[in-house]
């Protein structure tokens, strides 16, 4: 077993990190007090290949793998959790999918410039009545002159107000299908921008969608198969999320063992009491745990691999950690801790939405469970109108 990672693997991670300790680190706070993404900065995250890292070459991304993905997603959410969001849906739950599933001229039209950050790629799955319970969406497509109309409306789109590609679930006569939008199609608007716990230098919004057409030609997969690719996509997403976890997580234990090491009561540091000491022990390990559960996903998924599981036990430790450890760190720096002259109170409150979107902590139990089990996934059903 080798769990070294590879030359390239490790000076992808070493940029990735002198990227963020440089250009987003310095700037998070702001960023989160404005409650603003600054879009400066996609230009600079696409010229060192971060908007595509493991897009194909010849489609415009940088060639990597998945692991070398998550070792950027790693290091940019350990300086800002809300740009490594928008990086993570951007590839993972719009380009990826298209790349996989388009076909050759969805490929060659509308991947090259995500990959190149031209275009900021947005997932449109979640409704009010349908979050956990995805298969119960009510957004409609209808058939209308070789193409589609779309009636309906999305909640908690992460870059869905970015005017981008969004992939977009709807039910039609043949089930739920995905279609890709242009977010300035006639039709297509931002309902609401939410103001969040956390994340603020991401943007959240919920999409209405009126009478919005869409040709035959932007049908992603197979009409009726959109469920299916949307739950393969979030196996793979979900993994992303994890690694941003272990940034937040990271940057924490970062911050509080800084502090220990600086922070003099009684006439010596706070380092040498034993409680201290052991916070800081458990952080150490959970986040080597953590680790080796987000690379080992990784991995898995780029051999080809089953990795749903794999995937959902990293996001569960994970996220979970990021909770735990994000609090740990503000009580290791105290009364300091609970202000905003230090960033733990950030990572605090980014890490909560890590054990909810792209599926929450209790569906990544069920997850797990159903196949430690060999429970069969329930067919899709029709929801009950409502």
């Known amino acids: 077993m080798d769990f070294e990672l590879s030359p390239e693997q490790r000076e992808i991670q070493a940029v990735a990190r002198e990227f963020a300790d440089a250009e ?7 960023w989160d007090r404005e409650h603003r993404f600054p879009h400066e900065l996609v230009p600079k995250l696409a010229e060192l290949g971060f ?49 996989a599933w388009g076909t050759d001229e969805q490929r060659e039209t509308l991947v090259p410039p995500m990959a190149r950050g031209e275009k900021i790629g947005a997932f449109a799955l979640t409704e009010s009545g349908a979050g956990s319970d995805a298969r119960s969406l009510q957004t409609r497509a209808e058939p209308a002159g070789g193409g589609w109309r779309l009636n309906g409306a999305k909640q908690w789109i992460t870059n869905g107000s970015f005017g981008g590609t969004a992939l977009v679930f709807a039910r039609g006569e043949a089930g739920i299908s995905c279609f890709l939008v242009d977010g300035e199609a006639e039709g297509l ?54 690694a941003q976890a272990l940034g937040i997580a990271q940057a924490a234990y970062d911050a509080a063992r800084a502090y220990a090491l600086e ?18 022990a458990d952080l150490a ?34 996220s979970s950690l990021a909770r735990r450890g994000t ?32 599926g929450t902590s209790e569906i ?23």
């Open 51 to 99: 908007m595509g890292v493991c897009v194909p070459e010849e489609l415009g991304g940088a060639g990597t793998d998945f692991l070398s993905y998550m070792l950027v997603l790693e290091e940019i959410s350990r300086a800002d959790a809300g740009i490594g969001v928008t990086v993570a849906v951007h590839t993972s739950a719009a380009t990826l999918p298209i790349a």
């Open 364 to 386: 990544q139990r069920l997850v797990i469970a159903r196949s430690v089990l060999g429970l069969a996934e329930r067919p899709e059903r029709t929801p009950t109108p409502a």
């Open 327 to 358: 609090g740990e760190a503000i009580q290791i720096l105290g009364g300091y801790g609970f202000t905003t002259e230090f960033p733990v109170e950030r990572y605090f409150r980014d890490a909560k939405i890590t054990e909810i979107y792209e």
């Open 285 to 318: 390990t959970e986040l080597d745990a953590a680790r080796l559960l987000v690379y080992r996903a990784a991995w898995l998924r780029d051999r080809g691999e089953p990795h749903g599981e794999a995937g959902a036990k990293a996001k569960l430790f994970a």
């Open 189 to 242: 608007g931002v309902a609401k921008e939410h103001a969040k716990l956390g994340l603020h230098s991401s943007s959240t919004v919920d999409l209405v969608l009126e009478d919005v057409a869409v040709s035959g030609d932007l049908l992603l997969g197979e009409e009726g198969k959109g469920f299916q690719i949307a739950m393969a996509t979030l196996d793979g997403g979900r993994i992303g999320i994890a």
């Open 24 to 30: 987003i680190a310095p700037h998070a706070g702001a």
């Open 263 to 280: 922070r003099h009561q009684f006439g010596r540091p706070i380092a040498e009491f034993g409680a201290i000491q052991e916070k800081l």
